[in-house]
């Protein structure tokens, strides 16, 4: 088996990463209408907090399919988005976001320690993810404030 290497331009590789947050705003559909993991290689990884990491396609669905389900609306703010490029196959995106959680809604800065604030981690190649690492707080309703004494006041 030969491998395949397609040089990819920053623009390119950003474009995929765009394509993949769309899919989320869009309910799990890129926007020529095809699912979501078509964006991703068969070997992917993702790693979401408190779920842990996905290798290849069919666990990247359970995650997202275990995610997705507690989520019922995602935006995210594009016009704000901080790209930072290596040169090579990787590229992170920080960005915001608002939506309805089934536990209730957040939006980014209210509160200002809330959800909303993300950043992720890309490895693409070839036009395909090979790897997103997802850092955000997953407590998008801001329940999980007990153990934290900071946020008592």
Not at 44 to 69: N, S
Not at 95 to 122: I, K, L, M, N, Y
């Amino acid at each position: 088996m030969a491998v395949s290497r397609q040089t990819m331009t920053d623009e390119q590789r950003k474009s995929v990463a765009l394509e993949y947050l769309k899919g989320f705003d869009n309910g799990g559909v890129t926007s020529d209408g095809a699912p979501l993991l078509d964006l991703f290689a068969d070997d992917a990884q993702v790693y979401f907090p408190k779920w842990g990491l996905a290798t290849g396609k069919e666990a990247i669905g359970r995650l997202f399919g275990d995610v997705g389900a507690t989520i019922k609306a995602i935006e995210h703010h594009y016009a704000t988005f901080n790209w930072v490029f290596s040169g090579g196959d990787t590229l992170v995106v920080e960005g915001t976001s608002h939506g309805e959680h089934r536990d209730g809604p957040w939006r980014a800065g209210v509160p200002e320690w809330g959800a909303g604030r993300w950043c992720d981690v890309f490895e693409i190649r070839d036009w395909k993810i090979q790897r997103v690492f997802i850092y955000l707080d997953p407590d998008y309703a801001g329940g999980d404030t007990a153990r934290y004494p900071w946020l008592k006041d």
